[in-house]
């Protein structure tokens, strides 16, 4: 009897490496595809970072990111298209999402999921495009901006009334899936975690890769200089919240590197090109 049980324990220790790295192996992994799909240039850096000079602007890359892996075919946020936006903002270099998608072989139907951060409209607005989708936010970011953000004229700002209109049809349809808090998963190895109060509950995304666990800030982080330098986003409703969240960014990402901001042009130099606006995050 000792020799059988001393025979186990050798085979378990000698076996154990390779159990190891069979899990390992097995556990999800997805690729991501940063989009720039317009420009907004001349944005004031004041507006981006809690102090930054007034006088310094900054052109802005609007982003959606593609995240493939796992049967699934994400995009986290979904850019904007509707013609107001179009009249309150200056717009570069604009693209639609079959435009975007067509470059890596995709048609918006391809879509299986579309994870919203927030509900601002250069965010949000483009969900009700992908015919095929699953749309995912958090459940308290739904339930107040469909009901009490609007009962106040000071409590709703950068959020568009066709936009929640959208939404709500698409809850009707059944096509809407709510995150209920932080630290949930949402598809098989994609995790949200609430972020930074950058609207009443927003949220940022970790998604595993061959490189590591990356972080998709979103605007819980507008430019790499909030991380870089510790300084809170400008449009916040609490600063501190904010801080908490990028350091909480930096425990979660393998590589501080893999945290991706919203806004900052330079994810496109800090990553490999495989199409015109399109770097694949690694």
């Not at 179009?86 to 072989?105: C, E, I, M, Y």
């Amino acid at each position: 009897m000792r020799k059988h049980l001393l025979l186990c324990v050798a085979l378990t220790l000698f076996l154990a490496p390779a159990l190891r790295a069979q899990t390992a192996d097995t556990s999800p992994r997805y690729t991501i595809d940063a989009i720039r799909y317009a420009t907004i240039p001349g944005f004031p850096l004041s507006a981006l970072i809690a102090g930054a000079d007034k006088s310094q602007k900054i052109d802005i890359a609007m982003i959606y990111w593609l995240v493939r892996g796992n049967g699934h075919t994400i995009l986290v946020d979904s850019g904007f298209y509707r013609p107001q936006f179009f009249k309150s903002w200056t717009v570069r270099d604009f693209q639609t999402p079959d435009q975007t998608l067509a470059k890596l072989g995709l048609k918006p139907a391809d879509i299986t999921d579309v994870i919203l951060t927030h509900m601002h409209w250069d965010h949000a607005d483009g969900m009700d495009l992908f015919p095929n989708a699953r749309i995912w936010l958090q459940k308290d970011e739904y339930t107040y901006y469909t009901g009490p953000a609007w009962q106040s004229p000071r409590t709703h700002g950068g959020i568009d009334p066709e936009d929640v209109l959208a939404l709500v049809k698409l809850n009707i349809a059944g096509r809407v899936g709510f995150v209920d808090g932080d630290d949930q998963l949402i598809l098989p190895g994609i995790r949200a975690y609430t972020g930074g109060k950058h609207t009443f509950a927003s949220q940022f995304i970790t998604v595993p890769t061959a490189s590591g666990t990356v972080v998709l800030a979103s605007d819980n982080m507008y430019l790499y200089r909030n991380l870089d330098e510790h300084k809170p986003i400008a449009q916040t409703l609490d600063a501190d919240s904010n801080l908490r969240a990028q350091d909480r960014m930096k425990t979660l990402a393998t590589n501080p590197r893999l945290i991706i901001p919203g806004h900052d042009p330079l994810e496109f130099e800090r990553f490999p090109t495989i199409a015109p606006g399109i770097v694949e995050i690694r």
